[in-house]
C-alpha cells in the first residue's frame, strides 16, 4: 500500500515516540533524492543541451513543484510527509490533550498549511542561498566591480558573514537533535516545533484506517464526469506515490551511494578512477548551428571577435574567451557558447601566458 510504506514497525512497548535514528533518517531520506536526481538531470542535459537543457536551468523549480506534489498527497491523507510515512510515523498537534485522531483524518489546517511550507519552502530558499553565496565569492575572486563600489562592500560584508549564520542555523539543529536524544524535548527538529506537530509511530489502527482509506479509493463507483475527472486524477497521483515509495524502498542505498560518489570530497578520488581519453566532438553539434562561430586567428574571441582580454577558458569543453564575454554568456544561458554543453560559472579557467 503506497500510504504506509514499504516496510513497518512494530511500536516497542516504550511508547508510540520515535527514535532518534528513525527521525533522523526520515530527514535524510528526501536528502539523498534531489543530488541523485540532480545528476541523471545533468547528464541528460549534457547528452542533448537543446532537448534537455531547460530541465538543468530549471530543475530547483521543478523540483520543488514535485515534492510540493508529493508532500500535499502524503499530508492530506497519512498525516504525514513522504519521507515520515515512509518510517511509519505520522504528525500530531501539539497540545492537544485528547485522544490522537487516526493518520486518515488530516492534521487541522494551520498545522496542514505550516507543514507544507516548511517542509518544501525552507530547503528550497536555503539552496537558492547557497547557491547566491557560491556566485558572490566567485564574483569576488575575479573582482568584477571596482573595489571601492558599495556593491562590493555589502556582499564582502555578507560572504563575511552567511558562515556563522550557517554555523548557528546548523547548530540550533544539533542542539534539539542532542535535547531530543537527552529527553529533554519533544521534536528533533525545530521545524517541526515551528509548525505546530510533533512525530509519533504509527498503531496498529492507523495501518488499518490507512488500508480501508486506500481500498475505498480505488473501489468506488462514480458516476459524475466531474467526479470521474477528479478521481482519476487522485488514482494518478496516487499511482506516482506508490511507484516512488516502492522505488525507494528498493532504491534508498543506490541513492545514496549516488549522493557519497558525487559529493565533492570523492572527486579526487573519482578523476583518478574514471580518467578517459578526451572525447570526440559532440554529434549535436553537426545537426545544430552554434551559437558562435570559431575564428580563423587563434588569439581572436569567438564571442566579440576582437582580440582576447584576461584569456579565460570554459573547462567543460577547452575553448578560450575573453573574460568579460565568457562570464555574461555564461551568466544568461549557462551553456558553452560554441558546443552548447551545460556549464556554470566556477567553470571559468583563467590562463596565464608567458609574457604577462
Known amino acids: 500500500m503506497a500510504e504506509v510504506g514499504a516496510h513497518l514497525t512494530a511500536a516497542p512497548a516504550g511508547g508510540d515516540r520515535p527514535s532518534v535514528f528513525e527521525a533522523v533518517a526520515q530527514d535524510s531520506l528526501m536528502a539523498a533524492v534531489k543530488p541523485a536526481l540532480q545528476h541523471l538531470v545533468k547528464v541528460l542535459a549534457e547528452s542533448n543541451p537543446a532537448r534537455y537543457g531547460f530541465l538543468w536551468h530549471w530543475f530547483?523549480?521543478?523540483?520543488?513543484?514535485?515534492?510540493?506534489?508529493?508532500?500535499?498527497?502524503?499530508?492530506?491523507?497519512?498525516?504525514a510527509s513522504f519521507s515520515e510515512n515512509f518510517y511509519s510515523l505520522k504528525r500530531i498537534p501539539m497540545g492537544d490533550g485528547r485522544q490522537q485522531a487516526l493518520a486518515t483524518a488530516g492534521l487541522p489546517k494551520r498545522q496542514h498549511w505550516k507543514s507544507l511550507l516548511l517542509l518544501v519552502l525552507i530547503p528550497y530558499l536555503k539552496g537558492k542561498l547557497e547557491k547566491l553565496v557560491s556566485s558572490l565569492r566567485e564574483e569576488d575572486e575575479y573582482s568584477i566591480h571596482p573595489p571601492s563600489s558599495s556593491w562590493k562592500r555589502f556582499y564582502r560584508a555578507f560572504l563575511a558573514a552567511y558562515p556563522y549564520v550557517n554555523m548557528t542555523w546548523e547548530g540550533w539543529f544539533l542542539v534539539q537533535q542532542l535535547c531530543y536524544i537527552l529527553g529533554k524535548a519533544e521534536h528533533h527538529s525545530p521545524m517541526l516545533k515551528l509548525a505546530g506537530v510533533h512525530l509519533v509511530r504509527l498503531t496498529a489502527e492507523d495501518?488499518?484506517?490507512?488500508?480501508?482509506?486506500?481500498?475505498?479509493?480505488?473501489?468506488?463507483?462514480?458516476?459524475?464526469?466531474?467526479?470521474?475527472?477528479?478521481?482519476?486524477?487522485?488514482?494518478?497521483?496516487?499511482?506516482?506515490?506508490?511507484?516512488?515509495?516502492?522505488?525507494?524502498?528498493?532504491?534508498?542505498?543506490?541513492?545514496?551511494?549516488?549522493?557519497?560518489?558525487?559529493?565533492?570530497?570523492?572527486?579526487?578520488?573519482?578523476k583518478s578512477l574514471t580518467a578517459l581519453p578526451t572525447p570526440p566532438p559532440p554529434v549535436h553539434l553537426e545537426q545544430e548551428p552554434s551559437p558562435a562561430v570559431l575564428p580563423s586567428l587563434r588569439t581572436v574571441c569567438p564571442l566579440c571577435r576582437k582580440v582576447r582580454v584576461n584569456a579565460t577558458a570554459l573547462?567543460?569543453?577547452?575553448?578560450?574567451?575573453?573574460?568579460?564575454?565568457?562570464?555574461?554568456?555564461?551568466?544568461?544561458?549557462?551553456r558553452c557558447p560554441v558546443t552548447g554543453y551545460a556549464t556554470e560559472l566556477q567553470h571559468l579557467v583563467k590562463l596565464y601566458s608567458p609574457e604577462s
Open 60 to 79: 530547483d523549480e521543478i523540483y520543488v513543484l514535485l515534492d510540493l506534489l508529493l508532500q500535499q498527497h502524503y499530508l492530506a491523507r497519512c498525516s
Open 315 to 334: 573547462a567543460t569543453s577547452g575553448f578560450v574567451f575573453c573574460y568579460r564575454c565568457a562570464y555574461s554568456y555564461v551568466k544568461a544561458q549557462q
Open 207 to 270: 495501518i488499518q484506517a490507512l488500508e480501508k482509506k486506500w481500498a475505498e479509493t480505488t473501489s468506488s463507483p462514480t458516476h459524475s464526469f466531474t467526479s470521474r475527472v477528479q478521481s482519476a486524477l487522485r488514482r494518478a497521483l496516487g499511482g506516482i506515490a506508490f511507484s516512488l515509495s516502492t522505488g525507494l524502498s528498493v532504491s534508498v542505498f543506490f541513492l545514496q551511494f549516488l549522493d557519497w560518489w558525487y559529493s565533492s570530497e570523492n572527486q579526487e578520488t573519482i
